[in-house]
């Protein structure tokens, strides 16, 4: 999602510093059976007690100018709800 001019949405502390609502590598999933585990360092997680989330696996496209849509999805593999429904809840 980009990040509208003068806009100080809440970020996490990895962020990487460009105008999109993204987080930098690093952040390593932890995979167990049907499970999967993402830790965000965050100052307030309650910030994010109404986000939902779906887990998807694609190949992403980086265009060399910011003014630009700066990364798009070439091509989604799978999407663990199978319907893209955000059934995922933080903390949860």
């Known amino acids: ?22 987080d930098s590598p690093g ?14 360092p965050f100052d307030d997680v309650g910030v994010l007690a109404d986000a939902s989330f779906d887990g998807v696996t694609a190949a992403l496209r980086v265009n060399a100018s910011v003014h630009s ?5 070439a ?7 199978g319907t893209l429904s955000l059934p995922g809840k933080v903390g949860k």
């Not at 952040?27 to 965000?40: A, D, K, N, Q």
Request: aromatic share 6%; glycine share 6%.
């Open 1 to 22: 999602m980009d990040i509208p001019a003068g806009a100080t949405p809440k970020l996490p502390k990895t962020w990487p510093g460009l105008p999109l609502l993204i």
């Open 69 to 73: 849509p700066l990364l798009c999805m």
């Open 27 to 40: 952040c390593s999933p932890v995979f167990t059976g049907t499970t999967l585990e993402v830790r965000v």
């Open 75 to 81: 091509n989604v593999f799978k999407v663990a709800s």
